[in-house]
Structures are given as structure tokens and as C-alpha cells.
């Protein structure tokens, strides 16, 4: 894992359309992210249509709203989507791009991005919260995580193979600072724990809601 100056958005699609199937074996949500999702959706006004923006293979986040909520995943992977269609089979899927969302204005009551602005290239990440702003409706929420520090990484041998993935990572200060900017209130945070013993470190989140 290296510095990197440029998050490639070609590798981050390619890199998923080749191996999401061994991501999607890999990827779980801690008991602690899932706490968060549900405290997080108990705050909300009982959210008729909720986006999941960077949906994935659909679990665990999607597969869980879609138990509950009427649920739109979406991705720019269509490998990624064809999985998420059988982890959350209730839920629409949709390709698109999350700088450039393909939904019409004030149509969701609730967007959660889960480890997904991390794959955006740090001079769009104030054009997707504005996104995510333009497609809520009047006080509408967000969940969204982050990491601590800003810090731009890539891997060179992702999933042990010979692929690379790219990550370009803001901040929870410039994080908080674009969500003012983009119309949000931040009204929770969930720091990161402890992260001494921990194979794969846990992400801070921050909820908001759209003031603007």
C-alpha cells in the first residue's frame, strides 16, 4: 500500500467488476457498524425511500434497508449490482456514477454512504455531497463514513492479485466542513474505537440532516 496523488475512477470500476465476488466474500459489517445503521434509522422519521450510494454487492447494508425500507442501491459496477440483486432482491438497483446521481430532485427521504465517497477523487467529494443534498427531500438525512485524517493510498496488489484499487480519503474535518457547505447539520458522530488488535480498522460516521 503507497501514497498516491490521483484516485483513478477506472481502476476503482474495474477493479470491482473483476473481483467482486471475492470482495463480496470478504466484506462484513462489524456489530458496531450495524449498530450505528439502526440507531441512525431510528432517528429518522420513519423513511419511505432511502438510497444506498455505492450500494455494493447489497450486504449488509442494503440487504438490511430493504427489510425495512422501500430501498434504492446503487452503483457503477454492474458485476457489484448482479450480486446486490441477490442479497437485497426487494431493492431497486441502478448504475450511475455518484457525482452525477441519475435521480430526479427531492425523491429519497435517507441516503446512506457506507465506504463509498472514499473511492471518489477528492476534488469531486463536495460535488457528491451536493449530489446527495439535490436528491433528498426538505430534511432529509445522510449517514456517511469517512476516515479521521485526509490520505490518498493505492494497492497494487488488491485482494491479493495483480490489480490495483485506489482510495482518496477527506477527513472528518473537510467532511464536516463540505456538508455545511452543501446545506447539512451535523447532529451525530461515532469516532473511531480503539483500534489496537483490530485486523481491519473501523470507520468513523457522521449522520446530517439537510437544513438548506
Known sequence: ???TDNCDRQVVRDG???HAATYASMRSASTRELGILDEFLRSCEV????????????RPVLGRLSDRFTAVGLDFSREQLRLAA???PSAALVEGDLVALPFRDDVFDVVVAAHSIIHVPLDDHQ???????RVLRPEGRLLLSEAPEERRRTST?????????TWEIAGMETT???LRHAGFDVFSEWEVPDQS????PEAPFVAAQLTD
Not at 47 to 58: E, F, K, N, S, Y
Not at 127 to 133: I, K, Q, R, S
Not at 197 to 200: A, D, H
Open 197 to 200: 488488535g483490530r485486523e481491519k
Open 86 to 88: 441477490d442479497a437485497a
Open 1 to 3: 500500500m503507497t501514497d
Open 127 to 133: 460535488t457528491v455531497l451536493d449530489e446527495f443534498a
Open 47 to 58: 423513511p419511505a425511500r432511502v438510497l444506498d450510494a455505492g450500494c455494493g454487492q447489497g
Open 16 to 18: 470491482y467488476e473483476r
Open 157 to 165: 496488489d488488491w485482494l491479493d492479485s495483480d490489480d490495483e484499487m
Open 176 to 178: 464536516r466542513r463540505q
